[in-house]
């Protein structure tokens, strides 16, 4: 599974930003894709994630200012974040796990990581 981060930028205080995690390769296998994000001198964080039956979780802080959404029809997850804070800043990645059966019967799981796309948020 390959990921394709996209939509970062600068914006101000209060401004919003989509973000797109496009997943090309076994699509068929992810599970659950998540978006992360790393500020400077901080350890990466989960943000949001939701899984392929439709199942979502945010964190705290995000939890409604953040939307993140799925297309099936184009193997993207979307992260539409509104009411940005400087806080938000940071380097956003998406991650997708996996999870199939091989011929030879065994369960394998993974996870794969796209890119970071970087948001900054001005005060």
């Known amino acids: 599974v390959q990921l394709q981060a996209s939509g970062g930028g600068l914006v101000q205080a209060g401004g919003s930003l989509r973000l797109s995690c496009a997943a090309s390769?076994?699509?068929?296998?992810?599970?659950?894709t998540g978006w992360y994000r790393q500020a400077p001198g901080k350890q990466r964080e989960l943000v949001a994630e939701?899984?392929?039956?439709?199942?979502?979780k945010y964190v705290d802080f995000v939890k409604g200012r953040f939307t993140i959404s799925r297309d099936n029809a184009k193997s993207t997850v979307n992260l539409l974040m509104n009411s940005l804070k400087p806080e938000d800043t940071a380097v956003y990645s998406c991650?997708?796990?996996?999870?199939?059966?091989?011929?030879?019967?065994?369960?394998?799981?993974?996870?794969?990581w796209g890119q970071g796309t970087q948001v900054t948020v001005s005060s």
């Open positions: 939701i899984s392929s039956g439709g199942n979502i």
């Open positions: 991650k997708a796990d996996t999870f199939r059966v091989t011929d030879g019967g065994e369960y394998e799981v993974a996870a794969y």
């Open positions: 390769g076994s699509t068929s296998t992810v599970r659950t």
